[in-house]
């Protein structure tokens, strides 16, 4: 199961929708990022959304694993969907590269509680839209979700891996944060971020 969900997650959802409808490597365009942000901004929203279902669905499908082959508990998705965290973000298939693991992260918690899901997407479109940062999003909602995890649904396993992914995320952000020290972190052409950095330019 670890190895499927490695070879799964490390399947580089915006690299091949690039090549194979845009004839545009996007590891070679913008950020250089394979996931849904950069894709978004080099390629448009259309395919920037079909990366992020793709990246979701691959590390639901990974997670699922033990729960739809071998009737285990639903805390083994976590478990297991580390393996596709690691394969999105060290590729096999790209020389162990890869993205930042945020969609993959979602789709582990689709496996695991749809409900909690759909709480974590709300937090994150929420944030994303007040901020205009996909950056800045990612790493508040991982946090808030921790805090959730950790007070709310007080299962160690759930906890623990959340806190895990929100340090690794932070990790795999640590360019970002710069920028965003810096005040130069692109923003996302819509929200109240991006309108008020629109207004100051005036």
Known sequence: MLIVAYLLGSIPSGVII???FFHTDIRDAGSGNIGTTNTYRVLGPTAGTIVMAMDILKGTLAAAQPV???HMSNRYTLLVGLAAILGHTFSIYIGFKGGKA???SAGILLAYNWEFFLIASAIMFSLVYLTSMVSVASMASLTI???IAIFGYRDPILS???VVLTIFIFYRHRTNIGRIK???ESM???GVGY????SKSK
Request: proline share 4%.
């Open 160 to 162: 623990v891996v959340a």
């Open 18 to 20: 690039g090549k194979l």
């Open 145 to 147: 979700v921790s805090l």
């Open 182 to 184: 810096a005040g130069t």
């Open 68 to 70: 739809v082959l071998y």
């Open 195 to 198: 309108h008020r950095r629109q």
């Open 102 to 104: 945020v969609a993959t």
């Open 188 to 190: 996302v052409p819509f």
